[in-house]
């Protein structure tokens, strides 16, 4: 892995991230159609379940690379400065994927924010497809500008990430140490990162969704809308569940997700580090 800090991470997260959201893109579609406003039916109903995949496909790689690419670089650059000031080793590593894989999806929402919001206002079928959407979207038909017009929820994106990563990581990372410890290994296998991943990803999936739900409605909008005005109707419109809609395909799609993403990650990343190093 030192021989090629870039290139593995790189090649590795591109897979898993494309596996995964073509993989489960209907019950991405499904949750979106919940919780935009109006719900399921009024937003397309079990019609066109794979429209906006486009974006989807053309966003996941780089996306996901930009992630891991991060996430293993500071990994470790952070882990020896935090160990020198930390006592506990469990704090140390806890401290350290904690704030890589925050860091590491700021980076990656540069990426991911565009393709959300042209991909959910196609799911929503506010659009006939992704091309459409960008369409509009360049167009500046909000007169919000091209710029803001493409990342619209980027703060609400990186308000709903960074708790979700600080949640899913360490516990990701602890659940595999815990595996290889439990076998006498140095590392967890693919398999046991995929049940890893699977049982951290559910958990912060289910406890982030309040976030997540803000994060669509925001990018579903026909107009920019204040956040705060945004949760005043929610609550108006559906009480404190409407925060939670969503959440059983939510969890089900990243739990599931998760043991697909984190798992193909580190099977690439092994046959990676074996064709290259």
């Known amino acids: 892995m030192e021989k090629h800090p870039v290139l593995i991470p790189l090649i ?38 794979y429209r906006g995949v486009g974006s989807a496909i053309v966003g996941s790689a780089p996306g996901a690379s930009l992630f891991f690419l991060t996430y293993e670089f500071l990994n470790s650059t952070l882990h020896p400065l ?5 006592s506990s080793p469990n704090a140390v590593h806890a401290l350290t ?20 919001v042209i991909k959910q206002r196609a799911q929503a079928q506010k659009y006939r497809s992704s091309l459409a959407a960008l369409k509009s979207v360049l167009g500046n038909e909000t007169g919000e500008g091209v710029f803001r017009g493409l990342y619209r929820g980027y703060s609400t994106t990186i308000m709903r990430e960074i708790p979700f990563t600080m949640v899913q990581f360490p516990l ?7 595996c290889a410890q439990r076998a006498d290994r140095d590392h967890a296998n693919a398999a046991e990162g995929a049940l ?12 982030t969704t309040p976030l997540d739900v803000v994060k669509t409605r925001i990018m579903l909008s026909e107009q920019r809308v204040v956040m705060k005005t945004l949760v005043q109707e929610i609550i108006k419109d559906d009480g ?15 739990s599931a997700g998760g043991a697909v993403f984190l798992g193909v990650y580190e099977a690439a990343k092994s046959t990676v580090v074996s064709l290259v190093v």
């Open 172 to 178: 990701y990372e602890g659940l595999k140490r815990w």
């Open 82 to 86: 935090f160990a020198s000031v930390v």
């Open 12 to 49: 590795s997260g591109g897979i898993a991230g494309s596996c995964t959201d073509l993989f489960f893109f209907p019950i991405d579609t499904l949750k979106t159609r919940l919780q935009a406003k109006g719900g399921f039916f009024k937003n397309g109903g079990w019609n066109g379940m």
């Open 196 to 207: 890893c991943g699977s049982i951290a990803g559910g958990i912060a999936a289910a406890v």
């Open 97 to 116: 994927h904690m704030t890589a894989a925050s860091f590491g999806e700021v980076a990656a929402c540069m990426v991911r924010v565009p393709t959300e």
């Open 240 to 254: 404190f569940k409407g925060f939670f809609k969503g959440i059983g395909p939510r969890t089900m799609w990243i």
